[in-house]
């Protein structure tokens, strides 16, 4: 009886703590995509370059691809701009050094040339780890 207790409590323990390690790196991938709609909503180059890997593929709802010199460049730049961006409905998933992020993006738009306009898409991101931090590895949009 007092084995099955001891072998009980644990795994209790093992599983217990896997949680509480689980939540701590949801968190901090939900810190990092929060941190990416502020430098997306910013457009600074330093804030996206820092978020971002360096082996970044960024799709567009548009079939656009770029690579993380474009992604920055495009925001900065003015040429995308973000003027609200509200995220809804998100989920993480956590695979080892990958998580997988989906929401829903809504907000407006003010690109160099072009009228105001409303954005309605729904979002795929992948972050690695690399090191402590979480970097953004892919995004794919399509038009909701």
Request: neutral net charge.
């Amino acid at each position: 009886m007092l084995k099955s207790f001891v072998l009980s409590l644990l795994v209790l323990t093992a599983v217990t703590t896997q949680t509480i390690a689980q939540n701590k790196e949801v968190a901090a991938v939900e810190k990092a995509v929060l941190d990416l709609r502020a430098a997306m909503l910013s457009g600074d180059a330093a804030s996206l370059t820092a978020i971002s890997s360096k082996n970044i593929t960024y799709g567009h709802s548009n079939g656009t691809i770029e690579d993380q010199a474009a992604f920055v460049e495009a925001l900065a730049s003015g040429n995308n701009n973000f003027t609200e961006i509200t995220l809804s409905d998100q989920t993480v998933e956590i695979l080892g050094k990958i998580a997988l992020v989906r929401h829903n993006l809504t907000g407006t738009t003010h690109n160099k040339g072009a009228d105001p306009a409303s954005i309605n898409l729904g979002i795929l991101l992948v972050w690695q780890k690399e090191g402590k931090d979480w970097k953004l590895l892919a995004r794919q949009a399509f038009k909701r």
